[in-house]
């Protein structure tokens, strides 16, 4: 099927390294003293490009560890059920130096079905988060946890407790984990006892092309200050070149950049793509609509932050029904809810089997109003109910 | 795919994006206005054979519903056989035209009306059912629920509404079948009933006729996969053919608000006529179409 547009690979955990500050500091280095002795030779305008142009390759060494390595692959893709706590859209700015701009991701994290927002994992396990048996004992201690957690067999909330705590397959990297907490005004008071700042919600990235954007243009920009040290070797006018071309460049940096932290996730054109949802936390009262979703995203732990597992890119997400956020809050999920989400796998299943676009392909499946209207007469091409099947 | 292809296709995808951005700037929608939000979202397109929405594209319709089905038993019946305080069994034909999004539990409501056009619904009863997306087993899905029918005998028309939880066209998710048969006793009598339950003043109503069928289809065999040739829809539908005369009494109405009055059709055939003829009346008010019947003319 038709997913929405990545720009991330995730690395495995034995694959994936640290932010490689070493090797942009080595550029750095590099560009600076290059600039520094071509200032003591009087050769300011091929010092200033080449110095530029190391820059420009330190920041792509970010980007594309922020792009390739970053995120740890967890093991596939999953979905997700339940409602959108909060909302994260990106952050657009004129400003090229507010690197954090250029992840124009959009983002929002997920309450989980059958959790309500002041649910939390014990501070017991927390502490113990990374340790092989953190898990076995969490279940355990399941049945003895309410009212930190909902008083559900741990078996029915197992799927969704594994999603958001850490994983073994990538202990033994040392990295941090923090979850993610509820706003201030969702807080208990008084606070449960034993309770932790990691609440049930399942972190989701809709990725956006800044970054990939950004790497690009430092690319292009790399090759003109590669360009203009060059240049500044021919006699009389080969400075005056490298200073206009340097110039240049960095005025495309200046407009460009902050352009491109307008480019942002948007839904693509046509294919269904759109729409609008109700998150809870913005939700009108406790008779305020919330919308309930269907998320199916690449599992995957992000190295960049403190530390929590989410969907990363998210594929798609689908609506599937309502509540209100008094409901929600006081743990009253609608009852299906984890039933469809079991038929929706079952129906993605055969959706993203590799013959569906050649069966969706079929002459008796290119109509576009009605198939009796605008489609063509095949062996199915509208069946007629059989009454075994459809009276019961 | 090379990294120097990979790069220079994401150089191209970014001087593109910066001169639309450039040229369209002030345009561009907030994100955080969430509209829409969030961009992942995706949506399915359940529907069926629905007048209204074909009649909003401008194409012919027949209030012979394709979609909708009674059957008494396992027999399919039409709606003009229909016998009072006797059970039956609806069944309505799902589509989707989406290849991406099904819909588990979709809503479907079936409702009943007496014979005619703006009149006031009836429910009958509401179900669910999971339908798949186009081209896949599981669409069309059937939706099926029992009815009995009122104890006064008369000739009933019944109308689906598909409630899905999200949808990209709210349209396509409304239709019904309102269908008579008569023999031509010289002439075929018809009667129904219009009413005004929408407005909150008068409604002035006059009809429209045609003799608009769906066409038989074309055979896929001629088509190769992937072939997105559309049959041209037509947008006219066939006038009454000559020597037939269709006489409504009264031909216009004013309605009061809640008003129903009953109409009078007499329907003449071609001397020598044999077979089948659907005549298709359409009601309409100041402002669109509001609903029609199809009463077909059999002749052995």
């Not at chain 1, 078996?155 to 990295?175: D, F, G």
Request: charge should be negative.
């Amino acid at each position: 099927m038709d997913w929405f547009p990545s720009y991330t690979q995730c690395s495995s955990p034995s694959g994936w390294y640290k932010v490689p500050a070493w090797a942009m500091a080595l550029l750095g280095t590099v560009g600076l003293a290059g600039l520094f002795l071509a200032g003591l030779a009087g050769a300011w305008a091929p010092g200033v490009a080449a110095f530029l142009a190391t820059a420009c390759l330190a920041a792509i060494t970010f980007c594309t560890w922020w792009l390739n390595v970053r995120l740890i692959c967890l093991g596939g893709d999953h979905s997700a059920v339940g409602a959108i706590y909060h909302l994260e859209p990106p952050d657009p700015t004129w400003n090229p130096f507010a690197f954090g701009s250029y992840d124009t991701d959009y983002s929002f994290n997920l309450l989980l079905w059958q959790f309500i927002p002041k649910h939390a994992l014990p501070a017991s396990f927390v502490g113990t988060q990374w340790s092989a048996a953190a898990a076995g004992k969490l279940a355990s201690d399941w049945p003895t946890l309410p009212p930190l957690t909902p008083n559900l067999p741990f078996a029915t909330v197992q799927t969704e407790v594994e999603r958001i705590i850490p994983q073994q397959s990538m202990a033994s990297l040392n990295l941090k984990f923090v979850g993610q907490n509820i706003e201030d005004a969702d807080q208990p008071t008084p606070a449960i006892p034993g309770g932790s700042s990691q609440h049930f919600l399942l972190h989701c990235e809709i990725e956006g092309p800044g970054m990939r954007d950004l790497r690009t243009l430092l690319w292009v920009l790399f090759g003109v200050f590669v360009a203009a040290a060059a240049l500044s070797a021919i006699p009389v006018i080969g400075s005056a070149l490298a200073w206009i071309l340097s110039i240049l460049a960095f005025l495309a940096f200046l407009i460009g950049g902050g352009a491109i932290t307008h480019d942002d996730a948007s839904p693509p054109t046509g294919g269904g793509w759109g729409g609008s949802f109700n998150p809870y936390d913005t939700a009108d009262g406790p008779n305020g609509k919330v919308d309930l979703a269907y998320v199916y995203g690449r599992w995957v732990y992000d190295s960049l932050h403190d530390g929590w597992n989410e969907l990363h890119p998210l594929h798609f997400m689908i609506k599937i029904g309502d509540a209100t956020k008094g409901d929600l809050g006081n743990g009253n999920w609608p009852g299906d809810v984890g039933d469809k989400q079991k038929r929706y796998d079952g129906l993605y299943t055969g959706i993203n089997a590799p013959d569906t676009p050649g069966k969706q392909a079929q002459p008796g499946n290119q109509w576009n109003v009605h198939p009796l209207l605008d489609g063509c007469e095949g062996d199915d091409s509208h069946p007629e109910p059989d009454p075994d099947e459809v009276i019961k | 795919m090379t990294i120097l292809a990979r790069f220079f296709r994401d150089l191209l995808r970014l001087i593109l994006f910066l001169l639309r951005y450039f040229l369209r700037r002030g345009s561009d929608p907030d994100p955080r206005r969430c509209r829409p939000c969030p961009p992942a979202l995706k949506r399915p397109d359940p529907f069926l054979y629905s007048q209204y929405y074909l009649m909003h594209l401008g194409i012919p319709v027949t209030w012979d519903n394709p979609d909708i089905y009674i059957f008494e038993g396992n027999t399919a019946v039409d709606p003009h056989n229909l016998e009072p305080s006797t059970d039956y069994t609806l069944v309505a034909r799902i589509w989707n035209n989406s290849t991406d999004v099904p819909v588990v539990d979709l809503g479907v409501v079936f409702t009943y009306l007496s014979f005619g056009m703006g009149v006031q619904s009836h429910a009958i009863a509401a179900t669910k059912t999971d339908l798949n997306v186009k081209g896949l087993p599981g669409c069309p899905a059937f939706a099926a629920v029992p009815w009995k029918t009122p104890p006064m005998a008369g000739h009933y028309c019944v109308q689906v509404l598909l409630e899905p939880p999200d949808d990209s066209n709210w349209l396509n998710n409304l239709g019904q079948r309102n269908m008579d048969v008569a023999q031509p006793a010289s002439p075929a009598t018809f009667e129904f009933d219009v009413g005004n339950h929408a407005l909150p003043r008068p409604r002035r109503v006059h009809f429209t006729v045609d003799t608009y069928a769906i066409p038989p289809l074309p055979p896929c065999d001629d088509r190769p996969p992937n072939d997105v040739r559309l049959r041209e829809l037509k947008r006219s539908a066939p006038h009454i053919p000559e020597g037939w005369t269709v006489q409504l009494t009264p031909s216009e109405l004013v309605l009061a608000p809640g008003e129903e009055k009953t109409v009078k059709a007499e329907i003449t055939p071609s001397p020598g006529f044999a077979g089948r003829m659907p005549i298709n009346v359409h009601a309409l008010d100041d402002a669109a179409c509001f609903g029609g019947v199809t009463l077909v003319v059999e002749a052995p």
